[in-house]
Structures are given as structure tokens and as C-alpha cells.
């Protein structure tokens, strides 16, 4: 992909975010910050808002060949229901698709990503998985 | 003896592990039980008692080792525990507490005997060490009382010849004589007068030996138990609120829910003890705990309970920085227990 598209593609995904910034007054802005981050600062092959059942999150790809993931932002000072946390796993399954000029996939949901975004900006990213996973080494 | 003997799903109860219950604590004391449940039934527990010749040390402890109730409420439903509630010891007989006042008493001597003869070696042993050390100052200690020794002589002498100041000076020369000696015979003097008061000491280790006493008790009446485990059993209405078939044992709502999630990773083969140092319910090595690091940090959680953002950094924080998967651990609406891993990813 050469920089002009790149510059287009990022100028549809934040116009995408502003328009569902009304709508999720809390998450909103989160979104757009958590975008922003995995945009610029680690450049993520790709990055696209999404919404569905009440929830908006981040669908991306880290480079091109790593598998989709969802990362779903979250204000640190957020309170949320454990029953809440395991149903983002429910909610969200069935609903990850990539379209990248390609056949859209749907893929089932193995884990996601919080994004949780402090008053002073940082992000801290943690990856909930819906079962026992073992430390890496 | 034929309800001790009952089968229990082909287990009789003469073979199940016996845990005492009292004061609320679950403690086994059988030492071959304790390894069994360990290498058989992977009940790690906790030994709690302290070693006899090592009291003050706390890396390793002897027996009782003391349960959990999540372990109990494991070992019950797999039947492979007995709980032996509201027990009450016999009062030994008189032939029981002579023989056991006439041990203590021949363990007590010959304890001591072991420890005077462990002093002596060491003392001999360190003579031998500083014996050159020793000779040079012995040696400059006997010139230095020879030539008081000579001049109390001289000063002596001096005294005879005038007899008017002989009543004084001859008491002092004369416990100065005395009171001046070669250091090496003073040495061996103090060497066996040591020896002697220890020899002399009347058996300060050896408990006294009473005679028509029975054993000490916390109270008054010698035919009450050495404590008391008259325990309350709860009423049948509570227990029929609890769908837990331990008549024995009451469970609050935690409980429950900590004995469910404890039993559920008990099958799935780990070995499980308490996570206070990092914050976590239960620790989960998936192998003995003397010989495998553990993989898990289960943080037991109610399903409706709410928790913030900044909980789930403290968890993730804590359980990575100790190389350890944070778990969230808890029970839905349908009984089923359900997991959520906790993986730190980075921060910006």
C-alpha cells in the first residue's frame, strides 16, 4: 500500500470513529485515542472501527500475515460486571471480520484485547482469553 | 466397628485418610496419611508443626498438616477423607502416664549427656585449634607470676626482720602466695570444676517426675479432654438451604464458590495451595509444588460481582511481574465454571 492510500484508508476509519463518538459518549473518545495509538505509535498493518450490540471496538491486524484481533477500549476508572467481561466474548463471537479487499472472514473469538486508557493518556493493552492459557517463558 | 467398615464405593472406611476436625481447623497426623495425599490424592495442605530439636526454625515443618476446606470438601466428595468430628480423647490410664513420664524422663538424661559430651569434644576441639596460642600465653603468664612470686618472697624477707610490721604484711604476703598460682594448673582447675558443677547439675533438662499425677491439662478435672472440640452442629434447616452433602460442615456463598472452582481445577489435574503472597486465591502448578513453579494465579470471583478497569492492570501487574497467569475464576447462573486468563500485552 503506498501513503496516499494509507492517508485515504485513515481518513474513512476517523471518520468512521467521529460519527460513533456521539453515540458512545464514555467509549468514544477512548476509541479514537486507542486508534490513534495503534495507528501511530505501533503501527498496526490495519485498523477498523466497528459497533455491534451496544459495544464499539477496534478490529485490526498487527501486520499482514498475524491473525484479526479485537481490541475493545476501555476507561481505566470503568467499572464492569464479571458477567460483562466474559459476555464481550459472546457478544463479539461471530462478528470479526477483515475486509481487506478480499472475501470477508468471519472467525471465531479465542481472545481479545483491552485497551484501558487512563486520565493521563496511557494505554495499557491486556489479552483475556476464555480459558486457562499457560505464562510464555 | 461395622459403620467403620461400611463400603464406600469400594472403599472401606478403615482405608479412608481420617481428618480431625476441631475448632474449626482440619488437621491429619498420621504421617503415612499426609504422604498419601500428597502423591496419591495431590492435597498439598500445610504442615504446621514445629520439629522437636528445632523449635525456632520455620523453613520446614513437622505434622499436623493442616487443610483447607476446599481440600476437605475434595476429599470428601471423592472419598478418599473421613471427618472425624466432636472427638474426644480417653484419659490415659495410671500405668500409661508412668511409662510416659519414665520416657520423657530417660530422653530428657540421655539428652543431656549428648549435649555435655558435645561441649567437651567442642572445647578439646578448639584447645587443639589454639593449643600455640595458647602455650605463648600461658608461658608469658608464668613469668609474669613467677616474678611476683619473687618479689613477694623479697618482700617477705624484709618483713621478718622487722617484727613489728610481720602481723599485717605476713597476711597479705601470705594470701597473695595463695592467691597466686601457674596459669595451666588454674586452667585445668577451672576445666574440671566446669566439669564438675555440669556433672553436679541435677538434671535441669529432666522434667520432674511425678507420682501419682496424671498428665497437665487446661482443666481442673483430669477426665476431660486435653481441649475442648465440642463443636456445634448446624441446624438441619440450614443445611438444607446449602446443596453441599457434608452434614458435618456449614458453607457461606464464598465458600461454595471456592470449593466449586477448587474442585474443578483439582480434576483437571493440578496441584492447588493458597495465593495470599501474590494476591490470588489459589496457586495451580500443574506438577508437585517441591519440584514445579506455579502457572496459574486464580483470583475467585462472583459472577455478578463488579470490578474496575485498574483491577484487572493490578492482577495482570502482579501475576506477570512473578512469571504466573492471572486467572479470573468464577461460577455463572448455570453451575458451570468458567475461566478468563489475563495476559499482559504492553503499554503506551
Known sequence: MDNSSDNNDHKQQLDLITKLVPLYTLEGPILHQVYLDLVIVKRWYLIQPRETNGLCYLEGKETASSPAQVIFPLSARKTIKVDELFSLFSKLQHKTTIESGQNATQQSLSFLTLGIVDSDSTISYYRIHEKLVPPTE | KQWYQRRVRGRTREMMIKVLHARGKFTVWDTNDILTLRTQHRIVGSLIGSLPDHTQQNLFHGVPLLLEIEEVFVGIQNNFLTLEDNVVFETPSKEEVESYWSQQYKEAEELTIKERERKKAKEKEWREKNHQTLESNNNSKRKRDEQKEKQAEDVNRNEEKDETQTTTSEDSSSNSEKNVTPISSSTTQTVET?????????????????????????????????????????????????????????????????????SDLWSKGFYLTCASKFGGDFLAYPGDPLRFHAHYVIIVVEFEQTITALDIISYGRLAVSVKKSPVLATVDNNDTVRYTTIDWQGVT
Do not use: M
Request: with cysteine; hydrophobic share 20%.
Open chain 2, 194 to 262: 566446669n566439669q564438675n558443677s555440669t556433672q553436679n547439675e541435677p538434671n535441669q533438662a529432666t522434667p520432674t517426675k511425678p507420682t501419682d499425677k496424671t498428665p497437665p491439662t487446661s482443666t481442673t478435672n483430669p477426665q476431660t479432654p486435653p481441649f475442648d472440640l465440642n463443636l456445634t452442629i448446624p441446624s438441619t434447616s440450614l443445611r438444607k438451604t446449602l446443596s453441599f452433602s457434608i452434614p458435618q460442615l456449614t458453607f457461606t456463598s464464598q465458600q461454595i464458590l471456592r470449593c466449586k472452582i477448587f
